[in-house]
C-alpha cells in the first residue's frame, strides 16, 4: 500500500498498521502536526520512505497510541531500520539498537538532534550514514555493547561523538572507515579483541590527548589518526600493518611508540616529537 502526502491542512493523519510505504514529495515543505500510526514500532521501522528534501514526516509521531520522545528502545527481534524512519524526530533523547538490527537504512535518524545518548549492540550491522542528513548535528555518548562484533564504515557519521566506550567483555573486533571523525572527546580506550582499524577512523578528534592501540591490531588505515591536535602520546604495537600518514598533522606529539615501517612511510613529520621508541 501506498500513502502520498502533498500540501494539506490536515492537523491529524491516522495510518493503519498495514501501510508499507510513504511517499513525500521533494517540493512538499509541510509537515503534519500529528501523526498517528495504528501499528508497532517495528512496524514503522519497516515502512519504505521516500523523501528527496531531508524533511521530517510530522511533528509529532505516535505509534501505537504513544508519542515517540525521550527514550527510543528499539525491539529485539527487529532485524531491519528502513531508510529516514525516525528522520527529524527532535523529542527522542536517547537510542537503543538491540543485537538483532542487521541493517539501518541512510538518515534513518538524520537531525534528531535531541539524542545524547546511544547504546549501540548489533552484532553485524550495515549502517552507513544512519545519522546522516540532517541539517542540525547530534551531540551525543555513544556505548558500544558487548554484542557488537564490527562496526561498519561511517556509522557515526553525522554525530560529533561527546564520549565512547566499549562495554566490558566487548567482542569488537574492527572499527571502519570514519566512525569518529571530528569526535569531542579526551580520553578513548579500545577492546582488547581488536584487530583493525579503518582510513580516519578517530581524524580531526581535536581533544584526544592519549592513544593506545591493543596489541592484537593488525591494520590501521590511512590518516587514521589524521590532525588529532591536541595528542600528545601514541603507542602502537609492532605486528600492526600501518597505512600512510597515520599521525600527520598531530603538532602536539611527545611521545611516540611505533613499528620502525611507519618511519619509510612519513607517516609523521614536522611535529614536536620529543620521545619515538620503536
Do not use: H
Not at 72 to 98: C, H, Q, W, Y
Not at 108 to 126: H, K, V
Not at 139 to 168: A, H, P, W
Amino acid at each position: 500500500k501506498i500513502s502520498r502526502f502533498d500540501q494539506s491542512s490536515f492537523a491529524i493523519v491516522r495510518l493503519c498498521a498495514q501501510i508499507t510505504k510513504i511517499i513525500y514529495p521533494s517540493y512538499n515543505q509541510w509537515l503534519i502536526p500529528e501523526l498517528y500510526f495504528e501499528g508497532t514500532l517495528a512496524d514503522w521501522a519497516s515502512i519504505q520512505f521516500e523523501n528527496d528534501d531531508n524533511m521530517p514526516i510530522a511533528e509529532k509521531l505516535y505509534i501505537d497510541g504513544k508519542l515517540v520522545q525521550g527514550d527510543l528502545i528499539i525491539p529485539d527481534g527487529v532485524s531491519s531500520i528502513s531508510e529516514k524512519a525516525f528522520f527529524g524526530m527532535t523529542e527522542i533523547t536517547s537510542l537503543t539498537i538491540p543485537q538483532s538490527v542487521k541493517s539501518i537504512g541512510y538518515g534513518a535518524f538524520g537531525g534528531c538532534s535531541g539524542i545524547q545518548n546511544i547504546y549501540f549492540n548489533a552484532e553485524n550491522c550495515a549502517a552507513e550514514y544512519c545519522f546522516g542528513g540532517g541539517s542540525v548535528g547530534i551531540y551525543g555518548q555513544v556505548v558500544i555493547g558487548s554484542r557488537v562484533k564490527s562496526l561498519c564504515d561511517n556509522l557515526f557519521m553525522g554525530i560529533t561523538v561527546t564520549s565512547v566506550s566499549f562495554e566490558q567483555g566487548s567482542v569488537c573486533e574492527s572499527i571502519g572507515a570514519y566512525n569518529f571523525y571530528g569526535a569531542v572527546f579526551e580520553t578513548l580506550s579500545l577492546p582488547e579483541n581488536l584487530n583493525e582499524i579503518g582510513a580516519y577512523a578517530f581524524s580531526d578528534c581535536m581533544n584526544l590527548t592519549d592513544i593506545v592501540v591493543p596489541e592484537g591490531v593488525t591494520m590501521i588505515g590511512e590518516r587514521a589518526f589524521f590532525s588529532c591536535g591536541s595528542l600528545r602520546s601514541v603507542y602502537i604495537p609492532a605486528t600492526a600493518q600501518v597505512g600512510t600518514d597515520i599521525l600527520y598533522a598531530c603538532y602536539s606529539l611527545q611521545t611516540v611508540q611505533i613499528p620502525a615501517d611507519v618511519l619509510e612511510q612519513n607517516s609523521f613529520y614536522d611535529e614536536g616529537v620529543t620521545e619515538l621508541r620503536i
